[in-house]
């Protein structure tokens, strides 16, 4: 369908255990040194994400890395297996915070940063990692690293000549999607927009190659391919004043994705909530994040830096969400 196929599989996706190995209470809280609280909520979402912790407590990663230096993959290896076997009710989560700057330039330790910025570094740090003895792979098997495998997924983009009714498709690799909400009231009505087709702007002009001028045209954006965690991001920062959108946005538990597919055909492609990460504060440049997550034994937790406590799954559906992570 016009895309590349990849040169070679860097992690195969037959590997990928999707469920939990072992069944157990939840691990560690993770200590606040002042502002780390953003840290603190990724690093717990991460560490809940079934997939990605299997692969991580398997050792596959640091058994065969022979990266110089900081590796993000060894860091969350240590990380998430000294949350989930430690018999402390907190821990420090300390070599994240030291090699801070490894994962994003602009953190700076002591100063409040934006969860979802640190999540999108955190993902292309441990990105970088699997491809630190892989040069000169194209980027489609660029695409198939573990990161991918899980948080990957492929955008389609049609864009139809409102003349000759020509089409366009172009296809864009994705690791989470951001969602304006500025005019919804449920996640459903969000995405239901998102894949409804609109008519571009003049200065987005297109000029059809069948009929050969520039002609009126409308864009469909769909899901493609669909990741195994679906990481949404509702915005929740009025791009024109910069001021908090506060509002609640419905938000389901089971979220099927086939009504938002390229293709709609076919069995529903459910996706199981397992994490939500919840700002509070008056203004998006501060505040305090925290986050509720499933853990293995199935139940829900709010984990709000070193405090860990049990709760159910109306107050997690109850929240005023700042990221989703969804499970298929």
């Known amino acids: 369908e016009g895309m590349a196929l990849p040169q070679r599989i860097v992690f195969s996706p037959e590997k990928i255990c999707t469920d939990w190995q072992q069944r ?16 603190n909520v990724i690093l717990q979402c991460l560490t809940y994400t079934p997939p990605l912790a299997s692969y991580l407590l398997s050792y596959e990663h640091s058994r065969s890395c022979q990266q110089q230096g900081f590796c993000m993959m060894c860091t969350m290896e240590a990380h998430v297996r000294k949350v989930l076997c430690s018999p402390a009710s907190a821990i420090l989560p300390g070599a994240v915070l030291r090699d801070l700057k490894f994962i994003g330039e602009e953190f700076e330790y002591g100063r409040q940063e934006n969860a979802y910025e640190f999540l999108r570094c955190t993902l292309s740090a441990m990105q970088r990692a699997c491809l630190s003895a892989r040069r000169d792979l ?6 198939t690293t573990i990161v991918h495998q899980i948080f990957g997924g ?16 172009s296809y864009k690799a994705f690791l989470d999607v951001s969602l304006d909400i500025r005019a919804a009231s449920s996640l459903t009505t969000v995405l239901e927009d998102c894949v409804t087709p609109k008519e571009l702007h003049q200065k987005e002009s297109f000029r059809c190659t069948k009929c050969e001028k520039k002609a009126a045209a409308s864009k469909r954006v769909t899901v493609h391919r669909a990741p195994r965690v679906l990481t949404l991001c509702l915005e929740r920062a009025d791009q024109w004043t910069g001021t908090k959108i506060s509002k609640f946005v419905e938000y389901p538990e089971y979220l099927d994705l086939r009504p938002y597919m390229s293709d709609t055909a076919g069995e529903p492609l459910l996706c199981s909530l ?13 505040g305090h994040f925290l986050c509720y997550t499933k853990a293995s034994n199935g139940l829900w937790y709010k984990m709000d830096d070193e405090f860990v406590d049990s709760c159910d799954i109306h107050t997690v559906l109850g929240q005023q969400a700042y990221l989703l992570f969804y499970a298929r």
């Not at 157990?24 to 502002?35: D, E, F, I």
């Not at 194209?138 to 695409?143: A, K, L, V």
């Not at 397992?274 to 501060?286: F, N, S």
């Open 154 to 169: 492929l955008m389609k983009s049609r864009v139809t000549c409102l003349s000759c009714q020509a089409v366009v498709d």
């Open 138 to 143: 194209d980027i489609s098997s660029q695409e």
């Open 274 to 286: 397992y994490a939500i990460v919840v700002h509070t504060g008056d203004t998006c440049l501060e």
């Open 24 to 39: 157990q209470r939840p691990g560690a809280g993770l200590l606040n040194l002042g502002n780390t609280c953003y840290i």
